[in-house]
């Protein structure tokens, strides 16, 4: 654990995967930092408004979105690959290495991606005798999976074991507005890193309308994978895509969804029985031996926190009542892709947030190097 006497106090707003990986980030550097959640994965509340928590509900692998022409996302996917894969080794932290494969019905669909090059991936074809019907192309490479709820609390955990401190967020009064964060810790804050998700759109000082929900739907089922399938089509052409990702305590998450705008938590009969039809066909082993269908755990819906114009990355200030400017580093709307950015993200968030406490650096200069070290430090500390 790092001293942190006399250290700026930093407040990190949300305690999901982005805001969790840029908390141990920062309180591993040294730094006093508090993180203000409905509640904590470790320590789940009741109270939490279910669509603000989206991290939990998530079937997590790496598979980059990012398109040939978006380095950035390209870079933070390729260093959370690398930090993921040095993480891996840790006992029950979570993560699983697997086999993906991936296919398409129409092979005009396909696009080679821009992580095919990385050599330990093992990107390859697969021959077509060994696809399922109806499919005319597919591919294999390694990738990392996450045992989400398993991987969060332990994040958390690390989290507290760094020195940091998690904080409920306050009901009385109850938080409404960005500027109350000023005086819930004792010295206030020198920063406030904004990880709030959905909770963007509605939280006073922020209110970004542009942030919006992409409904997912899964599936929770208990069998014995041991490889991811995934078959998005034409990217996201349609409002369902599907996949398979095991969690390495033999459930197996199946979905799913791509439903933008759409805030309804229930889950759809009709539309689990679809994604049930669609993962057996991608993925027979999902249904146990000597049955006829899967063995059904749960069924759940999660919103992703998606944005319009996408991810918000900035700085703002915000008078703290004293006359004193207090910057806030908005870090929201990673839509589908925030466990496969995360500590890429967060390592930008971080050396963002230095440098505003350092004298105002916009975070201009940051580059892939720059992203490289703070994580390097970071894994040799673990």
């Known amino acids: 654990m790092f001293s942190t006497k006399g250290q700026p106090n930093i407040i990190v707003i949300g305690a999901g995967v982005q805001g969790l990986s840029v908390a141990c980030l920062l309180q591993s550097r040294g730094h006093k ?21 989206t991290s939990p509900k998530a079937g997590a692998n790496w598979f980059s979105f990012a398109e040939k022409d978006d380095i950035r996302l390209q870079e933070w996917d390729a260093l959370t690959l690398q930090t993921l ?25 396909y696009e080679k991606p821009w992580y095919a090059d990385i050599d330990h991936l093992k990107y390859e074809k697969l021959p077509t005798s060994s696809l399922p019907p ?25 989290f507290l074991s760094l020195g940091g401190t998690f904080l409920p967020v306050p009901t009385s009064p109850p938080l409404t507005h960005i500027t ?51 078959d998005f089509g034409g990217r996201f052409g349609g409002d369902e895509v599907t996949y398979v ?11 799913g969804t791509y439903q933008p705008n759409d805030w309804n938590l229930t889950p759809d009969p009709e539309t689990a029985m ?16 000597g049955q006829t269908s899967p063995h059904i755990l749960t069924h759940d819906v999660g919103l992703r926190p998606s944005r319009k114009g996408g991810l918000r990355l900035e700085v703002e200030k915000f008078d703290n009542g004293s006359g004193e400017l207090v910057p806030v580093v908005h870090n929201y709307g990673h839509g589908g892709y925030g466990y496969q950015s995360s500590w890429g993200c967060a390592a930008e968030v971080a050396l ?20 490289q070290g703070i994580l390097l430090e970071f894994e040799r500390m673990l």
């Open 85 to 109: 894969k040095t993480l891996s080794p840790v006992p029950n932290l979570g993560i699983h290495k697997l086999p993906c494969n991936q296919y398409w019905k129409n092979t005009e669909d």
């Open 245 to 255: 990702i095991p969690r390495g305590d033999g459930t197996v998450i199946l979905g």
């Open 274 to 289: 679809r994604i049930i039809t669609r993962c057996t066909a991608i993925c027979p082993e999902i249904v146990p031996p």
């Open 33 to 53: 930092v508090t993180i203000v959640s409905h509640s904590s994965p470790s320590n789940p509340s009741p109270n939490t408004p279910t669509h603000h928590f």
């Open 352 to 371: 963002l947030a230095e440098g505003q406490l350092k004298g105002g650096a916009d975070g201009g200069n940051i580059n892939l190097e720059d992203r």
């Open 134 to 158: 109806s499919y005319k192309k597919g591919i294999k490479f390694d990738t990392l999976t996450i045992n989400v709820p398993v991987y969060l609390s332990n994040l958390s955990q690390l």
């Open 180 to 230: 109350q964060t000023f005086t819930i810790t004792t010295p206030p804050p020198t920063l406030i890193i904004n990880c709030t998700g959905l909770g963007s759109r509605t939280l006073g000082g922020v209110e970004d309308k542009d942030v919006y929900p992409t409904r997912g739907q899964t599936v929770l089922v208990k069998a014995a994978v041991e490889r991811t399938v995934v």
